[in-house]
């Protein structure tokens, strides 16, 4: 296409959930394109429905992922729902435009750029401020996708003009759901983001005979011939770890279990304890925090609420269990033992 004519203003340039592009822009006066719309996004157009003064459009957006012979290939989960799919590989800033049918086959093309002038950038990690693109709102402007990248709007340095751009988020165990039962905690995630090294199989750990020296260890590893490890780790001076047993749900998912005898080991430390949930698999050098942290409630921890519970070790220790998420979405959990069972 020709060097561009000029930019136009999006009157909405969003991306929903993560992964769905709105775009609505006021086409230039004097009825130049009445006739055929299109975005433009890099190299490709797709069409734009054209009522009166506007065009507007509604596409999914899917990242690219290596398939190991240096070629893309783009994941299925815009498949069947009747939107054009665009895929974004990581790194890439995909200019973005709009092309106006002038005359037969002809056509203008024009950059497309915030109409606020003001375009936010994707950070590389988590938001340090859990309030970031709030918007000072409930919600998040620029949610996460829901398989770990963040794919937001760029400058791209001719003439206002924003490109799409695709940040992958660091690792993590994202929470599906945590089951508080009357006899233990259970823990449902999967994790998300790219492994440190290749799959590796399942990894085969000679379990020690002293659950204490377990503790005293880094950390768990996987438990024997399992693709997971959990532990619960102190937060603060105290510090301490807590090994879980943890089953293997398939596809990146796991359950994690704090039940009688992990109860009976975190009531051996005195008074409230507040412990972080993190996740060690197969392929990852470090353990993985576990938290809602692709979703796009600003604030998890005043919107996802989880019930106490006092529950029974095997020790007879009563043990009071309090599992919350923070501003920042990690889970943490609460301990105290409170007295003994009669």
Do not use: K, Q
């Amino acid at each position: 296409m020709r060097a561009a004519a000029g930019c136009l203003d999006a009157e909405h340039l969003s991306v929903l959930d993560g992964r769905t592009l709105n775009v609505c822009v006021r086409l230039p006066a004097g009825g130049a394109g009445r006739s055929g719309a299109w975005l433009r996004v890099a190299g490709r157009a797709r069409p734009l429905e054209v009522a009166g003064e506007r065009a507007f459009g509604t596409y999914v957006l899917e990242p690219e992922v290596s398939d190991g012979a240096g070629t893309g290939r783009r994941r299925g989960a815009g498949a069947g729902h009747g939107l054009d799919v665009i895929a974004v590989r990581e790194g890439d800033a995909r200019e973005l435009g709009v092309e106006l049918a002038v005359g037969g086959r002809r056509r203008r093309g024009y950059g497309l750029r915030a109409a606020t002038g003001g375009v936010p950038v994707a950070a590389a990690g988590f938001a340090a401020d859990p309030g970031a693109g709030s918007a000072a709102g409930p919600t998040l402007l620029d949610p996460p996708h829901p398989d770990g990248w963040r794919i937001t709007f760029a400058a791209s340095g001719d003439g206002g003009a924003v490109a799409l751009r695709v940040v992958r988020l660091p690792p993590h165990a994202e929470v599906e759901r945590v089951e508080t039962g009357w006899t233990e905690l259970a823990v449902h995630g999967r994790v998300v983001g790219p492994a440190d090294a290749p799959p590796v199989g399942r990894w085969t750990v000679r379990l020690p005979r002293s659950r204490a020296a377990e503790d005293a260890r880094r950390g768990p590893a996987p438990a024997g011939g399992g693709e997971f490890g959990c532990e619960l780790v102190g937060r603060g001076e105290a510090g301490g770890v807590c090994a879980l047993p943890v089953a293997d749900g398939g596809g990146g998912r796991f359950v994690a279990r704090v039940g009688g005898a992990e109860l009976t080991r975190v009531a051996g430390w005195s008074g409230e304890r507040e412990w972080e949930v993190r996740v060690r698999a197969a392929g990852y050098a470090a353990a993985l925090p576990v938290g809602r942290l692709l979703g796009d409630v600003a604030d998890p921890g005043r919107v996802h609420r989880l019930p106490n519970r006092l529950l029974i070790a095997d020790s007879g220790a009563v043990v009071r269990i309090a599992p919350r998420y923070t501003a920042a979405g990690r889970l943490v959990v609460v301990t105290e033992a409170v007295g003994e069972a009669r």
